[in-house]
């Protein structure tokens, strides 16, 4: 089989880049560095303290292991002799963009490597966030059709559906016409025809949005040791509603915490990726209306979208009855499962290693010492006709993460010929010097006429511009097919502007390649702990310390 070539997406975040340099000024905010085994270390020494096989077993009903090697970690998890690398993803649809692969495949990569340095097992752990509930987020992939135009295929949502988290909403009779869709762009030939029906197995009418991407995840990553999790489980529930009240209880100290380690962030030269809403905590509450976040008012609680009031002590009442009803935001989700699982070490992407830099002293506050994160790999998939492309056009791979009417500028000023660059340069220059010349000569016969000549001048290099822009235009015409070429290769690469792992989706590829694009991914990613960076030792959450840097 032909695989094709599957290579690092290069860091485009300031902040990203960084982070992994070890910069003095992010020192503050993390409990280690990622590249740093001593970081690992201080994490599995305060998470064995922590966290005996007792409080491990509350939730080994919610561990979906794929396999036995998964099994095997998982039992020694069990038993406190081994840790867990955790990630995770909302429950797109089709399992989303790339990326959510990655970040599965990242976190594998990191167990693997952290149980070479710690002598002992270390489980990837995948986090469903099954009680997300924008449906605008997860409703929809991004295809490349066979003229490698971006297509949309989407489903439509249940007309006046309130709010539900992906656990409980189900897939409606539009499922089965985004199935067809993708069917459409699904080669017969090769791995297409497994790959469609792996699809049609997992993606059905009347399943849960969230089942159904951790299903299609399970078998895509079937042979690899990572299990599953899902934030809407039972046991999972149970196990961090103390964290929850907790959180409840102290809402406003730790939206103070977060605000000042926001500010410390901004004041850093960054800028922060979550904004923190006044008086909102970072929990939310499940109704019949759906879905809503608890914002402090007045000794109680209401609800953001709904404003419903309800009592402190009605709530506790009905939360400690139904731990069910309560949901992490993005703040509070980390700790969360810093508190029910042995966590050494979170995979994110460049937004979730940027909003950990918020949160350091929210765990504090919860007592546990913050995962160090370790931030995924991003990849680019290039097939063989899209290289060969490229090498046609005179672009690399890295050369065409661009717009694609930047990339055709270029493209036009790099190969127009150069006697016809040289001659419109030499045109441009003799049209604004000799204009230049008669505006200065000119008020020896009348003063009146410099603004005339001036305005001629305009004209006259404006000319000039518009006979450079029809030959460009000419260019263009003259080379069609060439010019379709880059867009067709740059689409692979950068479809609709962006990275392929933020827009396209799994399915096609695998249809075309099948699992030994998978094992090709995670061979792709190599993990080397060898770096020490003493100053990355802990995040400084002294509130005093902290306000009065804030102030000055």
């Known amino acids: 089989m032909n695989l094709p070539r599957v290579l690092p997406t290069p860091v485009s975040s300031r902040f990203l880049n960084d982070y992994l340099a070890g910069a003095p000024a992010l020192a503050r905010f993390y409990s280690g560095h990622p590249l740093d085994p001593a970081a690992y270390t201080r994490k599995a020494l305060e998470v064995h303290a922590r966290m005996t096989p007792a409080v491990r077993q509350r939730v080994r009903e919610a561990y979906r292991p794929l396999n036995g090697a998964a099994r095997a970690k998982?039992?020694?998890?069990?038993?406190?002799?081994?840790?867990?690398?955790?990630?995770?993803?909302?429950?797109?649809?089709?399992?989303?963009?790339?990326?959510?692969?990655?970040?599965?495949?990242?976190?594998?990569?990191?167990?693997?490597?952290?149980?070479?340095?710690?002598?002992?097992?270390?489980?990837?752990?995948?986090?469903?966030?099954?009680?997300?509930?924008?449906?605008?987020?997860?409703?929809?992939?991004?295809?490349?059709?066979?003229?490698?135009?971006?297509?949309?295929?989407?489903?439509?949502?249940?007309?006046?559906?309130?709010?539900?988290?992906?656990?409980?909403?189900?897939?409606?009779?539009?499922?089965?016409?985004?199935?067809?869709?993708?069917?459409?762009?699904?080669?017969?030939?090769?791995?297409?025809?497994?790959?469609?029906?792996?699809?049609?197995?997992?993606?059905?009418?009347?399943?849960?949005?969230?089942?159904?991407?951790?299903?299609?995840?399970?078998?895509?990553?079937?042979?690899?040791?990572?299990?599953?999790?899902?934030?809407?489980?039972?046991?999972?529930?149970?196990?961090?509603?103390?964290?929850?009240?907790?959180?409840?209880?102290?809402?406003?100290?730790?939206?103070?915490?977060?605000?000042?380690?926001?500010?410390?962030?901004?004041?850093?030269?960054?800028?922060?990726?979550?904004?923190?809403?006044?008086?909102?905590?970072?929990?939310?509450?499940?109704?019949?209306?759906?879905?809503?976040?608890?914002?402090?008012?007045?000794?109680?609680?209401?609800?953001?979208?709904?404003?419903?009031?309800?009592?402190?002590?009605?709530?506790?009442?009905?939360?400690?009855?139904?731990?069910?009803?309560?949901?992490?935001?993005?703040?509070?989700?980390?700790?969360?499962?810093?508190?029910?699982?042995?966590?050494?070490?979170?995979?994110?992407?460049?937004?979730?290693?940027?909003?950990?830099?918020?949160?350091?002293?929210?765990f504090e506050a919860h007592d546990i010492m913050p995962p160090v994160v370790f931030p995924r790999h991003g990849l680019t998939i290039v097939d063989h006709k899209t290289e060969h492309a490229l090498e046609r056009v005179g672009h690399s791979v890295n050369s065409v993460r661009a717009p694609f009417g930047r990339l055709v500028g270029e493209m036009v000023r790099r190969d127009l010929p150069a006697g016809v660059r040289a001659a419109l340069a030499t045109a441009e220059e003799a049209v604004t010097s000799a204009f230049g010349e008669v505006e200065r000569s000119v008020p020896a016969v009348d003063p009146t006429l410099a603004g005339p000549v001036r305005s001629a001048g305009y004209r006259a290099a404006a000319e000039v511009k518009r006979t450079e822009k029809r030959i460009e235009a000419q260019f263009r015409r003259n080379n069609e097919a060439r010019i379709e070429q880059l867009r067709k290769a740059a689409a692979v690469i950068y479809p609709g502007g962006a990275p392929q792992e933020r827009v396209l989706n799994i399915v096609p590829f695998l249809a075309k390649w099948g699992r030994g694009l998978i094992q090709a991914m995670h061979d792709a990613m190599p993990v080397v702990l060898d770096r020490s960076v003493p100053d990355w030792t802990g995040v400084k959450c002294d509130m005093q310390q902290e306000l009065d840097v804030r102030e000055a």
């Open 74 to 362: 998982l039992d020694a998890v069990m038993q406190g002799r081994g840790f867990v690398v955790t990630t995770g993803q909302q429950a797109g649809l089709f399992t989303g963009p790339l990326y959510t692969i990655y970040k599965a495949l990242s976190a594998v990569r990191l167990a693997a490597e952290l149980e070479r340095h710690l002598r002992c097992p270390v489980l990837a752990v995948f986090w469903v966030a099954a009680d997300d509930h924008d449906w605008a987020e997860v409703d929809h992939i991004d295809l490349l059709d066979e003229q490698h135009y971006l297509r949309t295929v989407r489903v439509p949502a249940d007309k006046d559906a309130p709010p539900w988290p992906m656990s409980r909403r189900l897939l409606g009779g539009g499922i089965d016409e985004a199935v067809a869709a993708v069917s459409e762009t699904l080669p017969q030939e090769g791995f297409g025809r497994d790959t469609l029906e792996m699809v049609r197995r997992t993606y059905t009418a009347g399943r849960s949005v969230a089942a159904a991407f951790e299903d299609m995840l399970a078998e895509i990553l079937a042979d690899f040791p990572i299990a599953i999790v899902s934030s809407a489980h039972q046991a999972v529930k149970q196990a961090s509603l103390p964290v929850m009240l907790y959180e409840l209880e102290n809402a406003a100290a730790h939206e103070q915490l977060v605000s000042t380690q926001t500010e410390l962030v901004r004041a850093a030269g960054y800028k922060p990726q979550v904004t923190v809403t006044p008086s909102a905590s970072n929990v939310f509450l499940l109704r019949d209306a759906g879905r809503d976040r608890l914002v402090r008012q007045r000794g109680g609680w209401s609800l953001r979208r709904t404003g419903e009031r309800i009592e402190h002590d009605d709530l506790l009442a009905q939360v400690q009855a139904d731990p069910e009803m309560l949901s992490a935001n993005v703040f509070l989700r980390p700790v969360i499962e810093s508190s029910v699982f042995p966590t050494l070490s979170y995979v994110g992407g460049p937004a979730e290693t940027t909003y950990f830099a918020q949160i350091g002293c929210l």
